[in-house]
């Protein structure tokens, strides 16, 4: 595939007078009425778009200014592909309206791609890159100061030019295929998402309260796909996260002032704890959660879910509630406890620090709360005697 198949990106509305890097995130999903993607296709269509992206140096934008796609990140599941790209590029809308037509440029060249469609595409408004996004835009159409009121003009504006709207079919299809993952989440029934067969007036339907459930399962497999990836991405910079220039899925959302402390290790700790999370909220055997990391991955686990719903239009306001109601019955009751993690005696965040003891801050994560709870062995064990073979 050759640089100059791919056509230009629209003239964008900012300035052109900077180059800033921007994280655009772009979600690709399958036709229409094809069957769930299995573990070796989620692998095949991986192999697909990356070959088609690492053909690619850069893209002409506007103005014949040189868009350069210097990373790029792709995480698969059943139902299409999230791709994260990481790009150089005069202004945020350049960003966002080039990447749109590489991606879809990609899947048409791809015989077997050819029929998938784009749902999303947008840049992530990361601290680090928003205000050099401002201080690039100059000139009398300059997009507002907000970065957060300009991403969203931008997007009204994009939507009403290129919005692809689901078929109906696919999005019933995908409504189904969620609602029926619902009884796998044994560990909760659905009167823990508010529904209750009894009381009509309970505030949240059974079909919401079987969205809400069966997206937490469906989201399972992208938690544990994308923190693979953070492992490995940590693994080969051999640096902590507030040195790794690799882009993280997750464990940069973490409480930054730790960041020292999220090793390689902390991260494989962090990705057994996930599987031991995930494994047992599809049992009928769970207690409660077992500790603050656990905190932390159910609450990546509903941010998750909500994409897989947001994709297909099914994230409701009925949804939205049904999760409220979740998280009120299931992380309330340890909520304390993140917040004496993350915060020191006067309330305030603190930095990373270490227990006379001889263990840090993160160390205390996989701490169980109570007797009750199980913490899987390899997340349990104090660091300190495997972190130089990690």
């Known amino acids: 595939m050759e640089e100059n198949e791919f056509p230009r990106a629209e003239q964008g509305r900012s300035g052109t ?8 995130s772009v979600d690709t999903r399958l036709p229409a009425g094809a069957a ?21 140096e850069a893209v002409e934008g506007p103005d014949d200014v040189e868009i350069e796609i210097f990373d790029s990140i792709l995480a698969a599941h059943p139902g299409g592909v999230l791709l994260k790209l990481f790009v150089d ?56 100061a ?41 560990a909760f029934g ?40 953070d492992v490995q991405t940590l693994s080969e910079a051999k640096k902590s996260v507030d040195e790794c220039d690799g882009l993280l899925w997750y464990l940069d959302d973490l409480p930054e002032q730790f960041a020292a402390q999220y090793t390689v290790l902390f991260a494989r700790r962090f990705l057994v704890t996930a599987v031991s999370l995930t494994a047992r909220l599809t049992r009928d055997d769970f207690v409660q959660l077992g500790c603050v990391a656990e ?32 998280a ?23 930095g990373a620090t270490t227990s006379e003891g001889g263990s840090s801050d993160v160390d205390r994560w996989f701490t169980p709360f109570d007797e009750r709870c199980f913490i899987h062995p390899y997340a349990a064990d104090e660091a300190g005697g495997r972190e130089s073979s990690a």
């Open 89 to 144: 590029a005069p202004a945020l809308e350049v960003a966002e309206d080039a990447m749109r037509e590489v991606v879809g440029e990609v899947l048409e060249q791809s015989e077997l791609l050819s029929e998938w469609q784009i749902t999303k595409c947008e840049v992530e408004l990361h601290p680090e890159f928003a205000q050099q996004s401002l201080d690039a835009a100059d000139g009398p159409d300059a997009p507002p």
């Open 295 to 326: 905190q932390f991955l159910l609450n990546f686990l509903l941010r998750e879910a909500g994409v897989v719903l947001d994709g297909y239009g099914l994230l409701s306001d009925g949804v939205a509630s049904a999760w409220e109601v979740f």
């Open 36 to 56: 769930e993607l299995d573990a070796l296709q989620r692998e095949g269509v991986i192999f697909l778009l990356r070959k088609g992206l690492d053909a690619i």
């Open 17 to 24: 007078m900077g180059r800033v890097t921007y994280v655009v």
């Open 328 to 350: 009120d019955e299931v992380l309330d009751e340890v909520e304390y406890e993140l917040r004496y993690e993350t915060a020191g005696d006067d309330g305030e965040e603190t």
């Open 146 to 186: 907000d970065p957060v009121v300009r991403a969203a003009q931008h997007a009204e504006a994009r939507a009403e030019a290129t919005a692809v709207r689901l078929p109906d079919e696919e999005v019933e299809a995908m409504c189904a295929t969620v609602r029926a993952m619902a009884p796998r989440l044994t």
């Open 190 to 229: 659905l009167d823990s998402f508010g529904w209750c067969e009894d009381d009509e007036e309970s505030g949240v339907d059974r079909e919401h309260a079987e969205l809400a459930a069966g997206a937490l399962v469906y989201a399972i497999d992208l938690l544990v796909d994308q923190l693979f990836h």
